[in-house]
């Protein structure tokens, strides 16, 4: 395959009504959107990098199958926002953009062997009818704000590796896609708030190098941090303190808040859960 290079602002429209998608070459614009729209699946191979600059926008989307990357293969959208959607599961490689949105409507988000890290952004927002990462394998960030919501049925839970600090609030993203026909659509992904696992699902999330801060987002339920019946809870500051401004919710899990330099509760705030659960 050849590469796809488009100077200024010129727009990117990949499509395949029917069938799959699989780049195997680079797709790149100086400011212009690119969508990449497939049926039934879409991959990028090994080494592929989708870039473009603000106020290009990148969407990579499939309405059927999933959505992978290779380990190795990147998706940059400078200054600017990055969609990534699947009917399954969407495999991450390295993402980089202001905003991230990654939607993997009845799969799982999985972390791709050999990717450095998966999402460096501002704003990362996750949504998945099953799991986020792996107890072994968790999806490694690079971000200042983060939602995400894992419904889990065969899979579940969410598991979050960060390299410096972090704040769980609301988060929303909007991309600009390209039509068939050239026009521009906007795409908007509400705005979501906590970190919520369904089906006795886990959430784990550790800050490496920094502290972690718990808010209420844009819901309005009074809660940060929910792990359905005996989901555990793990959250963990390795180099800062962990500020916690609304709820931690498990239903008979256990809870483990740990920071290095202090853990702060806000008047009003629960921790709780239930036997045989400890916190």
Do not use: C, F, M
Request: no cysteine; glycine share 16%; net charge negative.
């Amino acid at each position: 395959s050849q590469p796809i290079t488009v100077t200024g602002a010129g727009n990117v429209e990949l499509g395949a009504g029917s069938g799959s998608v699989a780049l195997n070459a680079d797709v790149s614009t100086g400011t212009g959107h690119i969508t990449v729209a497939a049926a039934t699946g879409l991959t990028l191979g090994g080494g592929v990098d989708v870039t473009t600059g603000a106020p290009g926008t990148v969407s990579l989307r499939t309405a059927g199958g999933s959505l992978t990357l290779a380990g190795d293969a990147t998706v940059v959208a400078t200054g600017s926002s990055v969609r990534l959607a699947a009917a399954a599961d969407v495999t991450l490689g390295n993402v980089t953009a202001t905003n991230v949105s990654v939607i993997a409507a009845g799969g799982s988000v999985i972390n791709a062997a050999g990717s450095t890290k998966n999402v460096t952004a501002t704003a990362l927002r996750i949504e998945a009818g099953q799991a986020v990462g792996t107890a072994a394998r968790a999806v490694t960030t690079a971000v200042a704000n983060v939602s995400v919501v894992a419904g889990g049925t065969t899979a579940a839970g969410i598991y979050l590796g960060e390299t410096d600090g972090v704040t769980v609030t609301g988060v929303t993203v909007t991309v600009t896609e390209v039509q068939a026909n050239s026009t521009p659509a906007t795409v908007t992904d509400l705005v979501q708030s906590d970190l919520t696992a369904g089906s006795n699902g886990d959430v784990i999330l550790v800050a490496l190098n920094g502290g972690v801060t718990w808010t209420d987002g844009s819901d309005a339920d009074g809660v940060a941090v929910s792990a359905n019946g005996s989901g555990n809870i793990l959250v963990s500051a390795g180099a800062g303190a962990l500020t916690v401004n609304a709820d931690i919710v498990s239903g008979t899990g256990h809870i483990t808040l740990t920071a290095s330099t202090g853990v702060s509760l806000t008047t009003g705030v629960d921790v709780t859960t239930a036997a045989a659960g400890t916190v």
